[in-house]
């Protein structure tokens, strides 16, 4: 039985019913591992700020979602590739 990388974990959180597909891609795609990679960094993001006391931290969570947001939508891109 295989360990499934954090980064991809999490992914496969947010598009369950691609699980297969997403972990072929994972396998055998460097630049989608990076994508994934930087998709746990951005959520560690919005977790580190959402929690943070500082007076910029609204609009970094928010500027962290947008990129999240981004990051989703290349995911989807890559999987559509794929079908």
Request: aromatic fraction near 10%.
């Amino acid at each position: 039985m295989s360990v499934i990388h954090h980064s991809l974990f999490l992914v496969i959180q947010r598009f369950p019913s691609d699980k297969e597909c997403l972990v072929r891609l994972y396998q055998y795609s460097k630049p989608f591992q990076a994508l994934c990679d930087d998709y746990l960094k951005c959520i560690k993001a919005i977790n580190h700020w959402s929690r943070s006391e500082s007076s910029n931290a609204g609009k970094l969570v928010n500027e962290y979602r947008e990129i999240k947001k981004s990051l989703e939508d290349e995911i989807k891109e890559r999987l559509d590739v794929m079908w």
